[in-house]
């Protein structure tokens, strides 16, 4: 079991990353996580797939991620990118009252403001920011594929020349 608590990252830059499941925090989660009042301002630029702002995969049998955040940017022409997360492998990840402040830019497909690919739970939380020019599956809250939404909301602007545009879900 992995505990991380009160955790801030500031003005953290990632540029032109050379593996995929890139974040601020960990690149993957494995076996059962606790994560509360972790909160990270950053930039990341070309992005590879399954990468986002705070974790990359949650490859794992059980996280739950509270009480936090990401603001700032992620560019990327790859797949699975999440405002908090990139992929989430196992469809066990569950946010509360989490939130991304997010721009997210680039080709991408399966985009989302919390997550890019796979979500399991997602109460009492939200997106603000944009996507622009993905080419497909893109939403508010979730790229693609979905579990439960419980009192959760987005207010992303999305932008894209594909299909498969969603307010919450792509």
């Known amino acids: 079991t992995v505990v991380i608590k009160n955790l801030k990252i500031a003005n953290a830059t990632l540029i032109n990353p050379t593996y995929s499941s890139d974040a601020f925090v960990t690149k993957s989660l494995y076996g059962t996580n606790y994560m509360f009042n972790i909160h990270v301002n950053g930039v990341m630029e070309g992005a590879l797939s399954s990468s986002g702002g705070l974790f990359g995969n949650a490859n794992s049998s059980e996280s739950h991620i509270h009480n936090s955040s990401f ?6 022409s790859s797949s699975s990118i999440g ?10 990840t569950h946010l509360y009252k989490t939130a991304s402040y997010v721009e997210l830019s680039g080709t991408a497909h399966n985009v989302g403001g919390l997550f890019g690919n796979d979500a399991d739970t997602i109460s009492k939380s939200k997106t603000f920011g944009s996507v622009f020019g993905a080419s497909q599956v893109i939403g508010g ?7 439960l939404v419980q009192k959760s909301y987005s207010a992303m602007n999305l932008q894209s020349s594909g299909g498969r545009i969603g307010g919450l879900v792509g």
């Open 83 to 92: 405002g908090i997360v990139g992929t989430s492998t196992l469809g066990s």
């Open 71 to 76: 603001i700032g940017s992620i560019e990327s």
């Open 141 to 147: 809250l979730v790229g693609i594929d979905l579990g």
